[in-house]
């Protein structure tokens, strides 16, 4: 490769490294052209991400001087790179790749300027997307305006009780143990006050769908942010 091939790669990593919030980075240990060429096609069509493969030593002169400087540690070995501009589907499309493919491994990445080992990148590749929690989202606010209002007009103390609990418990406890949480703290904000049997009723069959909704609402607060 000659010197001017050379100044132009360094160049497009630099500008993709300076302008890129989440990164990934892989190392193809064998994989094929066409299985490379599958991943990074699914990434750019699926996650609006560009998946290039980089020779060490020009990545480390690209990534100099930008934000994702921390990251020369990780080039070492054939490596790959994902570049976009913000969390997308990206972890979970490599992730569920890297699975199927163990000649792809996972080294680290950053994500807003922080190094994010490979166990972060498995754990993100989890998360809902943007898509899904809009989906959730909707439906869940075809409860009644009114509903929603109260959920989020309650007293911090009760929010936080909720948010705790949502937050501690296992997944497969979240369901059953969240109506105890938003009930306890109902019952010590307001221990003099008698609620009507008819919206005890109501709020019974519902403290899944408010909870879950308050907690979908932080969430896309935290994609968002």
Known sequence: M???????????????FDESNFLIVTQNEGLTVEEMSSLRNTLREEADTSFRVAKNSLAKIAVDNTSAKSLEALFNGPTAIAFSNELTSSPKIIVDFAKDNEKLSIV???????????????KLANLPTMDELRAKIIGLLSAPATKIAGILTRPGGQLAQVIQAK???????????ETTAEETAAEETTPEETTPVEETASEETAP??????????????????
């Open 208 to 225: 899944e769908k408010e909870s879950d909704l308050l907690f979908l609402i932080l969430l896309l607060g935290d994609y968002s942010g």
């Open 108 to 122: 680290g990445g950053m994500m807003d300027g922080e190094l994010i080992d490979g166990e972060v990148i498995k």
């Open 167 to 177: 937050s501690q418990l296992p997944e497969s406890e979240n369901a059953t143990n």
């Open 2 to 16: 000659d010197r001017a091939s050379k100044e132009k790669i360094v160049s497009s990593l630099n500008k993709a």
